[in-house]
């Protein structure tokens, strides 16, 4: 017989001492929080049973905890667990705390590891990485993933290649060859959950701890350092320009080298053919690996877009790293890592050992949605939405909000960033922005250092270009108070 608490009870031999016996350990369940606020209490005939006593002697105890306060009765209805603070210390000693962290890897007592807590914003807002949900085709979503779930019911359990399902890996590879250039066949292609898997399994297959140096991009994408740092690769920071990634900057010990070609995460630059060709031989020169993360890379405005790390790569250097959560939805967590031909074998035996394999349904749909064009159909509705509220942005920028911000050139993605004119007024004009643009962010937020010249971002994945007119006018009339 199944248990009927979610933690076991046991009684004594002597009959005398049950009621109390039973009734010290659901109080001490109640307490602890291993019976929930709101959770009903089975019926006391099935806990009879199963504990092997009279009903009336559970009825007893559960009366006796409902004039304790412990329980909710309800008319014809179990009892529910009453809600109040339960038997905890409000805060643990500074003793235990010690006791306690003690015990992680160094790794995970660095501050900069802990991510950062959620944001309290409204529905319209300039956050940076979030696409417009109101645009999305989820009734063919739905058609697709109803077909998947029929499909599956009519086939064997099992498990999926590690690597990924092999429809899935055709499609991802169709599709970056078609919208970006990247030269790849199924087999090349390696499927995460999301960007930040791929980057924990390179990290994981390429890092030596306390050994290899990783240069990244400072200001640069938070997940992809805690990525390496975790890996215990020793961090190279690396400033941004206007065209990119400094790649004269780059130590010859260098290892590896993260970096957003396409649309650098935050600033919005893209590298420069020029900064890419270096960056290439350098990593030739000095036997060094690139990590390309397609950061944003699906949504361009201007100009044919320059050609990919990987596209351009001739000595097998690059790892390709793309995702879905822009060009779809966050919440699909599907992610991939073209990889070069040597590295293949080792990423799917690391991929094996941390994640076995990614969830089947959801890639059966995805590979669906691609390959019947949905995928494309939908990138080509959103380019002139996302433009729309683009051009407002960058007109709001140079209109109203002239005086103090300078936009940065950028031709993809979802986010504009604004250098503050006057640096010296930095500390009065961002806290301003950042009240009036709910949502957007500085820079300052993405760098290792603490003296870096702010720069302020603005996404506009999920706000319209009426609203983001609005919102500046507002930016504008708080700045000159």
Partial sequence: ???????????????????????????????????????SLPATR????ALGVARNTVVAVYDLLIAEGYLIPRKGAKPQVAEFARRRPSKPSRASVGIDESRFA??????????????????????????????????VWRRLMAQTLRKSSREQFAYAPSQGLPALREAIAQHVAFARAVACTADD???????????????????????????????????????FAAAGAQLVPLPVDDEGLCVERLPDDVRIISVTPSHQSPTGVAMSLRRRSALLEFARRHHAIIVEDDYDG???????????????????????????????????RKGFVVAPAWARSG????????????????Q???????????????????RPIYAERRDALLGGLHRELSPWLQPIPSEAGLHLAARIRDPKLASKIMPIVLRFAAGAEST??????????????????????????????????????
């Fill in 298 to 332: 699906e949504f361009r405005f201007g100009d044919r877009p320059l050609d990919a790390l990987q596209t351009l790569d001739r000595d097998a250097l690059v790892f390709y790293v793309g995702t879905f959560s822009k060009s779809m939805f966050p919440s699909l």
């Fill in 189 to 227: 292609v390696i499927v995460t959950s999301g960007a930040q898997q791929a980057f924990d399994l390179i990290a994981r297959l390429l890092v030596t701890p306390g050994q290899t140096k990783v240069a990244v991009e400072e200001p640069g994408y938070p997940p992809v350092r805690a990525a």
């Fill in 46 to 49: 099935k806990v009879a049973e």
């Fill in 347 to 362: 990423l799917i035996m690391v991929k094996h050992c941390v994640d076995s394999h990614c969830d089947s349904i959801t």
């Fill in 1 to 39: 017989m199944e248990p009927v608490f979610p933690f076991p009870v046991n009684l004594p031999r002597h009959h005398g001492k049950l009621a109390h016996e039973l009734h010290r350990q659901l109080r001490a369940a109640i307490l602890d929080g291993r019976l929930l606020a709101h959770a």
């Fill in 106 to 139: 160094p790794v995970w007592r660095t501050p900069f590891m802990a991510p950062s807590p959620a944001r309290v914003l409204p529905e319209r807002n300039f956050r940076l990485g979030i696409p417009d949900h109101r645009h999305f085709p989820h009734d």
């Fill in 364 to 382: 059966s749909v995805l590979a669906a949605f691609i390959r019947d064009g949905h995928l494309a159909r939908h990138v080509r509705r959103m």
């Fill in 444 to 481: 300052a937020d993405y760098a290792m250092a603490c003296d870096i010249e702010p720069v302020v971002t603005f996404g506009y994945g999920v706000i319209g270009a009426e609203e983001i007119t609005a919102a500046l006018i507002d930016l504008r009339r708080a700045l000159k108070e």
